[in-house]
């Protein structure tokens, strides 16, 4: 048992110390921090050597990790809207990989050093939000972040997807739901890629998305996105046409189409958006 500051923690603690290189290891630690606030955590292991640092969570809760990243070095170089993130659930054997690089020095650069980062996690029905953008529940997959890029691998069942900005109605409840999600920022310019998404629900059936999307913060961006729905209820196809669309469109076809099916839908947007309709 230890106490630091606004800090206690109770756990079992095991560790190796050589000259520039320490091992830290925690077994089912309990961190209180300020205002009593739990910090539980299962299994940590850090390694420290001379130009590397690897911390290691077998298990860590979401919400209460999100809150307290500021507490790591790494917080600073994290993109905003990353910042913003909020969220519930667990994350599962959780790398934290710091690389302290040489750099030439110059005026700027004192220290004549640089900390590069990567995380990487396994996430189980989590829940995830960004103001003003995002709401999604029960995501579950892998997770890997760098400064300049990050990708999610998704495997994931009953998802409830709000898409603040995109869709009208929402949330979508989307079954089976696969794919890879991956995000990049380059020269000032951010890239969103949907790879090989497919999902159905109680609408449609075996659908499947790859979606290209680049913006520079100046414009709506550039898109190219291709859909394709194996069969749908007619009376439903409204509520998955983007906010995009006029929505005069969407309500007419809310209102007029009363029953069927469509078979073998497919959707090809691709240009400006700033440009739409093309």
């Not at 910090?39 to 690897?54: G, R, T």
């Not at 075996?206 to 069969?231: H, M, P, R, V, W």
Request: hydrophobic share 35%; with cysteine; net charge neutral.
């Amino acid at each position: 048992h230890f106490e630091h500051k606004n800090m206690q923690s109770q756990a079992k603690i095991l560790g190796a110390w050589k000259k520039e290189q320490f091992q830290f290891y925690l077994k089912n630690a309990n961190i209180k921090i300020e205002q009593n606030e739990n910090f539980d955590l299962q299994n940590i292991a850090w390694n420290h050597f001379k130009d590397k640092e690897h911390f290691f969570v077998e298990k860590i809760n979401l919400k209460t990790f999100l809150k307290n990243a500021k507490l790591f070095s790494f917080f600073s170089q994290l993109p905003d809207h990353i910042k913003e993130l909020d969220g519930d659930g667990h994350l599962e054997n959780t790398h934290l990989i710091w690389i302290k690089e040489d750099e030439p020095k110059n005026e700027n650069n004192q220290n004549n050093q640089n900390k590069k980062f990567a995380f990487k996690t396994y996430f189980n029905q989590v829940s995830l939000g960004l103001p003003k953008l995002l709401d999604v529940k029960n995501l579950s997959g892998n997770f890997v972040f760098t400064p300049q890029s990050s990708s999610f691998l998704i495997d994931s069942q009953n998802v409830h997807l709000d898409l603040k900005n995109v869709f009208e109605n929402t949330p979508i409840v989307l079954n089976d739901v696969k794919g890879l999600l991956e995000w990049e920022k380059n020269n000032q310019k951010s890239t969103v890629n949907f790879k090989n998404f497919s999902f159905f629900n109680e609408d449609v059936q075996n659908a499947k998305l790859n979606c290209f999307y680049q913006y520079d913060g100046k414009t709506k961006g550039f898109i190219d996105l291709k859909a394709s729905i194996e069969k749908a209820k007619g009376n439903q196809v409204w509520k998955y046409l983007p906010n995009v669309i006029e929505k005069d469109v969407r309500i007419w076809l809310k209102n007029a189409i009363l029953s069927g099916e469509g078979y073998d839908g497919k959707l090809v947007l691709k240009g400006n958006l700033d440009d739409f309709p093309f």
